[in-house]
């Protein structure tokens, strides 16, 4: 059984930094591709950062680029997002996803077929 969960989000002013953690468990963490993806109120899911299954390779989202640092811990199963300079914008759920192989791109640009998805963190940002 694969379970994916989220920890870290919590209400943070502009202009400050938030870490979010993601642990997976049930699977060889290092056989699968791992992001973040965000979703605001009315929005779709939009892919923010995903990286290669040795975490060889990222994959920003234009609007975090330079902000935020997507990493992992292959040995502790977990996957982290360093989120600094937070802005308003960046306020969503954010939600940790798994994908048997393939890239870091495919993932964050919504090329797959089944993936494994955390029930999410809320991240707000006030102005």
């Known amino acids: 059984q694969v379970l994916v969960v989220e920890s870290g989000g919590r209400l943070v002013q502009a202009g400050g930094s938030l870490r979010l953690s993601c642990t997976a468990s049930g699977l060889t963490f290092d056989n699968y591709a791992m992001g973040w993806f965000r979703q605001a109120p009315e929005k779709g899911r939009e892919g923010v950062s995903c990286t290669s299954s040795r975490g060889g390779s990222a994959y920003y989202e234009d609007s975090v680029k330079g902000r935020f640092t997507i990493s992992r811990d292959n040995a502790k199963n977990t996957l982290y997002l360093q989120m600094n300079s937070l802005k308003p914008e960046d306020t969503a759920m954010y939600y940790c996803?798994?994908?048997?192989?393939?890239?870091?791109?495919?993932?964050?640009?919504?090329?797959?077929?089944?993936?494994?998805w955390g029930r999410g963190t809320q991240v707000t940002v006030s102005s």
């Open positions: 996803v798994a994908k048997y192989r393939g890239s870091g791109d495919e993932l964050c640009l919504g090329r797959y077929a089944s993936v494994y």
